[in-house]
């Protein structure tokens, strides 16, 4: 039901995203993500229209990494903030980023071929129904995309 991806400039890289519906505890989830608890980015999918969106947003983080030039303090977030269109770091994490009464929940993760432990260890503090990754169009709100 996760969707993982090789990036192609970093062969040995990894980007899986796993897509959740009904999330009862976003609250603790973006708590956690805020004190550096969890190894993923927690990205709002009625904000995007496709699991391709993410992919590049997270493509652009590891090179930007790779090259000692992000705009942000963590790889993660420098995901969510390669989402907006604007460089307001703030407005990007408003937009894209999860808020505590959200219920739906698209977790990335990047990570080496060898890590995905990572990827369980999300999964399991998230208390949702798993949805397949091609289904976030389902859960996109396409008046607020319009607005951004």
Same mark, same amino acid.
């Given at each position: 039901?996760?969707?993982?991806?090789?990036?192609?400039?970093?062969?040995?890289?990894?980007?899986?995203?796993?897509?959740?519906?009904?999330?009862?505890?976003?609250?603790?989830?973006?708590?956690?993500?805020?004190?550096? #608890? +969890?190894?993923? =980015?927690?990205?709002?999918?009625?904000?995007?229209? $496709?699991?391709?969106?993410? @992919? &590049?947003?997270?493509?652009?983080?590891?090179?930007?990494?790779?090259?000692?030039?992000?705009?942000?303090?963590?790889?993660?977030?420098?995901?969510?903030?390669?989402?907006?269109?604007?460089? #307001? +770091?703030?407005? =990007?994490?408003?937009?894209?980023?999860?808020?505590? $009464?959200?219920?739906?929940? @698209? &977790?990335?993760?990047?990570?080496?071929?060898?890590?995905?432990?990572?990827?369980?260890?999300?999964?399991?503090?998230?208390?949702?129904?798993?949805?397949?990754?091609?289904?976030?169009?389902?859960?996109?709100?396409?008046?607020?995309?319009?607005?951004?």
């Amino acid at each position: 039901m996760h969707l993982t991806r090789v990036l192609e400039l970093y062969p040995d890289t990894r980007v899986t995203q796993i897509l959740y519906k009904d999330v009862k505890n976003a609250a603790e989830l973006r708590r956690k993500a805020m004190e550096g #608890n +969890i190894n993923g =980015a927690l990205v709002n999918p009625t904000m995007l229209v $496709g699991p391709f969106q993410v @992919l &590049v947003a997270a493509n652009k983080a590891v090179h930007l990494q790779t090259t000692g030039k992000m705009k942000t303090k963590t790889l993660n977030a420098e995901i969510i903030f390669n989402l907006s269109p604007t460089n #307001n +770091i703030s407005e =990007a994490f408003k937009r894209f980023g999860i808020s505590d $009464g959200d219920h739906s929940i @698209l &977790v990335v993760v990047v990570h080496k071929s060898d890590e995905v432990q990572f990827v369980s260890d999300i999964s399991a503090m998230v208390d949702g129904q798993q949805l397949p990754v091609d289904d976030v169009s389902s859960l996109s709100d396409f008046n607020k995309i319009k607005k951004v």
